[in-house]
């Protein structure tokens, strides 16, 4: 039986961090996905929706800049496009790179099969190693609507599905107010879908700030999506080629797919860990502040249940590698950004103030209208809009949350992730000086307003 220096199990963006880093390193490696070496999000989820959502973005930034006219959207070819960005679901090219850094490729199912050293099974190969890192993601959970199973993939989808779409839908009933309902309702509504949002909270995105979240609520009405808060599909059944979907008002809303986003569940289930002694945070894999969950075993990723993003993965995947390579590194998930790529884009980080208040601080909130405030929303478009929100703890004095909504807002929430994480104190932060004219110039406007 082979030994190495390191298995790693699934090969998303967390997985493929760890084992370039390792390979680098001259170590010794084997990786295993049973999918797509890339992963989740290169393939099914930020990549794709990434780039069907950019090209009705561009048509509405065109009409909204002086003296240009409304582009054509040509669903073929951002298909064409959409397929060559996902690889047309081939890995090919990925699987050869790494067998040419020296790695070993194993398709299948992992398990674990034994400890001290860590072995691993891969359909009928057994692998020994000093370290391994599960790294096998999140799947898209299924809510519990009383005849969904009897319905087929056709009719109900996943990310999956929505992402690898070949035909616009004329009607969609999409389950959930999460990033992804907003994301998948916002760019079906604009190449023509007729898109109902179901969503069990009081908000669109309802752990945000609720004045960001009613400002998705708002853009939402302008567009035509029909949001239904406070409101369960409680069943569906078949209607003709599409579903028929019963909400808990007893409304009974006809579509032809149904979309699910609401949420994600760990996959730390699958691989026999209980029965070697590793503990589970439901399906979750519980890791400590290094990442790791037992003496060389570690853990990356949405499968660890910490802020399921990409960005977090890919962070979590530099924590464990140094740690196996010899540096002492702990994990810190202070102020990780969260961005909904909608028109305008949706971003936000740190604590809202009703959060800083349930931690004991003593919070001060402000908001400025961009458009109002700056010169930059009305030389980008002719009807801008733009929101900036801060929360700072007067104790204090530093920056523990921010909200954005407006154009290019995933660029320049940074500002206030930095600055949240380095604790910068809020009088440095209003003696910088900001580049004329743009987005960024509103957190001076903020700070001035902060009562601290």
Not at 103 to 130: I, K, M, Y
């Amino acid at each position: 039986m082979e030994h190495l220096d390191a298995i790693v199990i699934g090969m998303g963006p967390g997985g493929e961090l760890v084992a370039g880093r390792l390979l680098e390193a001259d170590k010794n490696i084997a990786v295993v996905e049973r999918e797509l070496i890339g992963g989740e999000c290169g393939y099914y989820a930020c990549i794709p929706t990434k780039v069907l959502l950019r090209s009705p973005e561009a048509q509405l930034q065109a009409v909204g800049t002086a003296g240009v006219s409304r582009p054509q959207l040509d669903w073929a070819g951002l298909r064409s496009y959409r397929d060559g960005m996902i690889r047309h679901l081939d890995d090919s090219a990925q699987v050869s790179q790494l067998q040419d850094s020296g790695a070993r490729v194993l398709r299948g199912q992992a398990r674990l099969v034994g400890r001290n050293p860590w072995r691993v099974r891969v359909g009928e190969e057994e692998l020994t190693a000093d370290h391994v890192v599960v790294a096998t993601g999140a799947e898209s959970a299924r809510p519990p609507i009383d005849g969904l199973d009897t319905l087929g993939s056709n009719t109900v989808w996943t990310n999956r599905e929505a992402t690898t779409l070949t035909r616009i839908p004329r009607r969609a009933v999409v389950v959930g107010g999460s990033a992804v309902g907003i994301e998948l309702s916002q760019f079906l509504a604009r190449l023509g879908t007729q898109v109902t949002v179901v969503q069990r909270g009081p908000r669109l995105l309802d752990r945000e700030d609720p004045r960001l979240c009613q400002l998705i609520a708002e853009q939402f009405d302008r567009e035509g999506i029909d949001v239904r808060l406070d409101t369960q599909a409680v069943s569906a059944r078949q209607n003709g080629s599409g579903a028929m979907v019963v909400l808990d008002s007893g409304k009974r809303v006809p579509t032809d797919v149904i979309v699910l986003a609401a949420g994600r569940s760990p996959r730390g289930d699958q691989l026999a860990l209980e029965e070697h002694g590793v503990a589970l945070d439901g399906t979750a894999l519980a890791v400590d502040e290094h990442c790791r969950a037992a003496p060389g075993l570690w853990g990356v990723g949405d499968v660890t249940g910490q802020a399921l993003f990409t960005h977090v993965a890919k962070y979590q995947g530099r924590v464990v590698a140094d740690n196996i390579l010899g540096t002492d590194r702990r994990a810190d998930y202070t102020a990780i950004p969260r961005v909904v790529f909608a028109h305008p884009e949706i971003a936000a980080v740190g604590l809202t103030e009703e959060q800083a208040h349930e931690q004991g601080l003593d919070p001060v909130a402000t908001e400025v209208d961009l458009t109002e405030a700056l010169a930059r929303p009305w030389t980008y478009e002719t009807d801008p809009q733009g929101h900036l929100g801060l929360v700072a703890d007067r104790t204090e004095a530093v920056l523990v949350g921010a909200w954005a909504f407006g154009p290019l807002a995933a660029e320049w929430i940074h500002l206030a992730a930095f600055a949240i994480r380095a604790k910068i104190p809020l009088a440095v932060l209003q003696d910088a000086i900001v580049q004329f004219p743009t987005f960024s110039e509103g957190y001076l406007v903020a700070l001035d307003q902060l009562d601290v």
